[in-house]
């Protein structure tokens, strides 16, 4: 793994067996940045507005994989989610998620 992915906290899970059991991706950058091109199977929710979600998230009980344009906004995501006791991985940038998510 390179110095910059684990900087931005990317780990290097392999993501595939947590996307075929089920779960959440979510998208944290701006509703702009996401109407702009996205994955069709994430959600946007805006870092800023993320921790406003927390309740709903912790309810829908499934993991969570959090992207952005670079994977900085979503390893911060990340973090949260895990201090919240949500299980979190951090995806990295939208784009390095397109051959795994459908």
């Known amino acids: 793994m390179g ?4 900087f931005l906290g990317i780990e290097k899970t392999n993501l595939q067996p947590v996307i075929d059991q089920g ?3 979510i998208d944290v950058r701006t509703p ?3 109407r702009h091109a996205h994955l069709e199977s ?9 921790l406003s979600k927390i309740d709903g998230l912790k309810s829908n ?3 969570v994989i ?3 344009r670079s994977g900085a906004r979503s390893a911060r995501a990340t973090k949260m989610l895990k ?3 949500i299980t979190a991985y951090n995806g990295g940038a939208w784009e390095s ?3 795994y998510a459908r």
Request: hydrophobic share 40%; with cysteine; net charge negative.
């Open 97 to 99: 998620l397109r051959g």
């Open 32 to 34: 702009e940045e996401f």
């Open 3 to 6: 110095l910059l992915a684990r």
């Open 23 to 25: 779960c959440l991706i």
């Open 83 to 85: 201090q919240a006791g």
């Open 42 to 50: 994430s959600v946007n929710i805006p870092l800023d507005t993320l």
């Open 61 to 63: 009980e499934l993991p």
């Open 66 to 68: 959090t992207c952005c």
